[in-house]
Structure formats: C-alpha cells, structure tokens
C-alpha cells in the first residue's frame, strides 16, 4: 500500500506591517518573503502578496532608484496629488488621500507569484516592492502561501 | 497509523450573473464572495475572481461612494469614451466600446484574495467591486476557491 | 477504508520563451497555455502566468487587432516612449526603456486564471496576450498550475 500519490496540501499565512516615516514610499520586500516561503517549508506554489489597506499597493519591477522617481513622477502626472473635494469627491468626507486610492489601482496593487525550490521563482531583475501612497500610518500586507 | 499529514485539497467553481441598468457601474460584491466561500467548506487557500467579459474588471478598495465617482472620472480623462474609429480603431469594427476594454486594463482587471478561517481575509476598509464599464447585457464572473 | 475524501494536489511548472523580431508587440499565448495545462494533467485548479521581465506584461482582451493598436496608442499618450534622463531618471543608467517599465505596470503585468475540467475557464472572448514591450532580446514568461 502506497501513499506516495497522495501530496501534502500545505497553506502558510503571515502579515507584515509598515509604518513608513515618508507620505509615499518603496520598499523592496523581496527578502522577506523568501524568508515567509522558507518558513512555511512549502516547496512548490503560489504566493499571494496583498496590500490589505487601500492606499497602498504591492506591485514586481527592477530595483532601481531612478525607476521609483520615474514611477512617482508618472502618477503624479496623470492623477495629481493635491486637490480639493470639487475633483476628488472621496475628499469631502475630509479625506485628502484620493489619490492614493487611485494611484494604487493604477500600480496592480496585488501580485502572486511562483514558488519553485522553496524560493520565489523570479526573473533575473524581479523584485517586489511594497508602495506606500500614504504613510505615517501602521499598515498591513498578507503574505498567503498556498502549495505542497 | 495516521494520516492527519494528508491534508484533502478542494476545489470550488461559481460564476455571478450582473445586468446592469447603468451602461457604467460599481456593484460591491464582498458578501457574495463570502457566502461563496461558506459554501465550498474551504477554510484556508486563495480565492480567484476574474470577470469572463473583456469590458469589465474586479477591483478592490474603498466602499465610499465618492470615490467611485473619483474612479470614474479619472478613466474618463485619461482615456476618453466617445472617440470614433479614427482615434479608437476597435470602434472600426462597428463597436463603440473600444474605451471599457482600456478602462477595464487601468482597473487591474481581476483580483486574488485570501480566504483564512473559512472567510476573505480583508483588511478594514477592503471591499471587492464588480466595475461594469459597458453594461445593458448579462456578464459573469468566475469564482474559483482552491485550498483545504 | 476509502481515501476518496483525500484528493492529490499536483502543481506544474513551465518557461515559454519569446524573442519578438519588433521592439513593441503583442502574442495571443491562449493555445499555448491550454496545451501546458493538458501536459500537467491538472484538472481543476489555477494557473498563473507571469512574465519574468520588467519590460514585458500578460493580460486578457479580446483578440482583435483594432484593440491592440488601441492599447499601444493609449500607452504612448499617457506615458511618452522616447524622453531623455532629464524626465525619465531610469534612463540616466544608460537604458532608454523606462517608457517599458511604466507600461507594463499600466497594463497589470500578470494574470491569474481558472483551470476548470482540464482547459482555461474563459469567456467568449477572454484570451491571454503576452505584451512585449522591449523586444529583441530573449525574454522568459512562467507558467505555475495548481490544482487536483
């Protein structure tokens, strides 16, 4: 009698938690989840990475300074920042952070990725960043990992 | 002799029907997608909701009613709707939806979420939205829960 | 004694390659990824396919050659190709493809969708593109199946 057809199904949850000391912000948490996966001691599958508040997104690009200017620079050109409640409704409730809800849609704001050998199975210049579009605030990412 | 290192994987597929009066809509979906996940019995894994038409997306943020006029109106002057098939060379084809599949691209179009302790592990102001970019016809949206 | 209640958990991994002779193109990889999810013997469960290049993008439209000139022209008018390192600090490296960079974020990078009775469940017109957007060059896109 063999067992060998039936895998472990295995899932592992973790949250992480920021608190940028800058409005808006990157941060390479490409490190930290390889240390989630290796954790979980799950070897094969899929990680899902969420931001779990809504100003705030989770997105895959080359870890490069200049790029994250480039990024910033773009959606304040295309979404602006700081505007009154007359165009951005989202701000007469007293908010002024509509267009950190914007800009993280714009960014993807999740992604899952692979996981092969126990790592992330990333490309030569894969990185996943942590965008924060509205910081000084304790926020939370879900780190979901699902595999055998 | 045990075999609680066996862990019974499942799977669950469910497709929603919208037909919305409004050709342009936000329609929150969160409690269907909980209800969803009661049912299947999973308790842990991850939750895939993708929209099965190309001129709607699923998104999620804010349940606030200004900020969906705020999502609007950003799609709107970054791409424009009634262009005609000189500018939009999808509306050559007779269409003149060319702009809600742009849209649809701009919103991240489908999201994974979490399921842990049998519900959507959501932040506090997480929601999902069914966004309806070309509606006056019945669409669905695929379901499909994977874990234990 | 019935294991019927334990259910085998598989996953399956693969690297498509693509060398696109234009700098800027679009691949409809729909077939390719249902012939992938035959070879795995996957029956229900997800797949996601990720490019693993930061200049390059999947997404699902509808496979209409209008619709592609579409999404290019969209690109290019809310983040011009060609801008030196004076606008685009990525370019002070000596690159010139930070316009890749921004796009294939616009675009959601990735996808993640359903494997329902062995094939993709899609709608009648999802299909899945691969979006090179800084081509002549061998670029990797992976493929992840889990399921049962």
Redesign the interface.
């Known amino acids: 009698m063999s067992?060998s057809?039936?895998?472990?199904?295995?899932?592992h949850?973790e949250y992480l938690w920021f608190n940028t000391s800058n409005k808006i912000d990157f941060i390479n948490i490409t490190d930290k989840i390889n240390s989630i996966i290796t954790q979980s001691g799950i070897q094969?599958?899929?990680v899902?990475i969420?931001?779990?508040?809504?100003t705030a997104a989770v997105?895959?690009?080359?870890n490069?300074?200049?790029?994250m200017?480039?990024?910033k620079?773009?959606l304040k050109q295309?979404?602006p920042e700081h505007l009154s409640g007359d165009?951005?409704?989202?701000?007469?409730?007293g908010e002024d952070n509509?267009y950190a809800?914007?800009w993280r849609?714009?960014?993807?704001?999740?992604?899952?990725?692979?996981v092969?050998n126990s790592q992330l199975?990333?490309?030569?210049?894969?990185q996943i960043f942590y965008a924060e579009f509205d910081g000084h605030r304790r926020k939370?990412v879900?780190v979901?990992i699902?595999?055998?």
């Open positions: 067992y057809n039936f895998t472990n199904m295995k899932t949850t094969d599958g899929l899902l969420n931001p779990m508040h809504i997105f895959v690009n080359d490069e300074s200049g790029l200017y480039d990024f620079s773009m295309l979404v165009d951005y409704h989202h701000n007469r409730t509509a809800h914007l849609t714009l960014m993807g704001h999740q992604v899952t990725m692979a092969t199975d990333l490309g030569p210049w894969e939370r879900l979901k699902i595999g055998r």
